[in-house]
């Protein structure tokens, strides 16, 4: 079976590459996945150089002129890019005969938001309040998207494996989030929608009226703001409709033709170059990475809340990555089992799985999933990510993949 471990350029730095190489090849994977282009945070990392890393918004390699000349956007460059960090591991994972992949977060990046804010999102209100979710709508974040693409492909990786490459959820757009106000499940995903003008015209060319389904949502939520109790429960389809009405529903169905016609540029992009995409699906990241405690609702189920129409990415992208995180392995089996049928059984199935904290408690547990996702369907397993675990943690990989 395929598989990889995420790693960071900053573990390789800060380790050597020949030392980290070794550790993961011992794992009895075959392949590795780098962030070639990552965003900001600090993380605590047990076996780094610092036990305290922190990671910037921007690409490990310099932009290439043919691609991002005369573009508004241009990603950031992380300090040592000019070293050729990923040409160095292309090497020497051929060396081994182990694959390489491009690890790239795509839309999401507080340091572009911040400095170009008509590019992010735009809620209800007309607050640019989110501004590390780039809008997958926006003309320009499209062009800079398929370039980063054609970019990361263009390093020699067996694959493109994409990050945020959709609509961003409403709790991760900034960093220090505060809120007094209890809103609950459904008002965060409302004020969460973008309502900037080519959201609004794109839905409006489907036959939308998204300007009422923009004043509905200034509505409730102002309603909220202003004191009035916050609806609990799940958000889906049907009960998004009765709290907000069938307009608001059209509005955020809508949204996947802005994603999955993207995806499809960045694949057929990414394919000229000579790579092949993974398209990551965000949904099983906003249901379980805080504790591996996802809610009831499948992920392949509540992708359309990001704008991922899965069975639609089914036919236009060769690999769909799902993310396992949940401490239950019937859990882990089931969502794989609704992303299988939902894709068919032609395309890939990449499964990320943690094999520590906050979702994987032992070895057993992680040779379970491993087990229970192969059953299921899952055609690689890939773990995350080398330098935020422990190496005993790592070093449960081995039994897992051989169980």
């Known amino acids: 079976m ?79 890019a000019e070293e050729a960090p990923l040409a160095a591991l292309r090497r020497a994972t051929a060396e081994r005969g182990l694959k390489l992949h491009g690890w790239t977060v795509f839309l999401h990046s507080v340091t572009l938001g911040d400095v170009h804010p008509d590019v992010t999102v735009r809620n209800c209100f007309g607050d640019r309040g989110s501004l590390a979710d780039l809008c997958p709508s926006h003309p320009d974040v499209r062009l800079y998207a398929v370039a980063l693409a054609r970019a990361v492909a263009r390093q020699g990786v067996d694959s493109v494996v994409a990050e945020g490459l959709h609509f961003g959820a409403f709790g991760h757009g900034y960093h220090h989030e505060r809120s007094f106000v209890a809103l609950g499940p459904m008002d965060l995903f409302l004020i969460g929608l973008c309502f900037c003008d080519f959201c609004m015209r794109r839905a409006a060319d489907l036959g939308v009226d998204a300007e009422a389904a923009r004043h509905e949502c200034a509505r ?20 998004l409709t009765a709290y907000a009405g069938p307009e ?82 019937a859990r882990v089996a089931d969502d794989v089992g609704a992303y299988r049928r939902s894709t068919g ?30 059953a299921a369907g899952a055609d690689a397993v890939d773990f995350y990510a080398y330098g935020l675990m422990p190496y005993p943690i790592l070093d449960r990989i081995p039994a897992a993949l051989s169980s």
């Open 2 to 80: 395929d598989s990889s471990v995420y790693v960071y350029v900053e573990d390789v730095r800060g380790e050597g590459l020949q030392p980290v190489l070794d550790r993961v090849a011992g794992y009895g994977v075959t392949g590795v996945t780098v962030a070639a282009a990552y965003h900001r945070t600090r993380d605590v990392t047990p076996h780094g150089s610092s036990r305290v890393t922190i990671r910037r918004d921007g690409v490990h390699f310099l932009p290439p002129a043919d691609l991002f000349g005369g573009l508004r956007l241009v990603p950031p460059v992380q300090a040592g």
């Open 248 to 329: 608001v529903v059209a509005y955020a169905r809508a949204r996947s033709e802005a994603v999955t016609s993207l995806v499809s540029e960045i694949a057929a992009a990414v394919a000229d170059e000579g790579s092949r995409l993974v398209f990551l699906d965000g949904t099983g990241a906003v249901k379980g990475y805080a504790d591996g405690l996802p809610s009831p609702v499948l992920a392949a189920h509540d992708a359309w809340q990001l704008g991922v129409d899965v069975v639609a990415l089914g036919d236009l992208v060769p690999s769909l990555g799902v993310l396992g995180y949940a401490r239950d392995a």
């Open 220 to 239: 409730i939520v102002g309603g909220v703001l202003d004191g009035d109790p916050p609806a609990e429960g799940e958000v889906t389809r049907a009960a």
């Open 345 to 374: 059984k032609e395309r890939e199935l990449r499964v990320v799985l943690r094999p520590g904290p906050p979702d994987t408690d032992s070895a057993d547990r992680l040779a379970a999933k491993v087990r229970a996702v192969r």
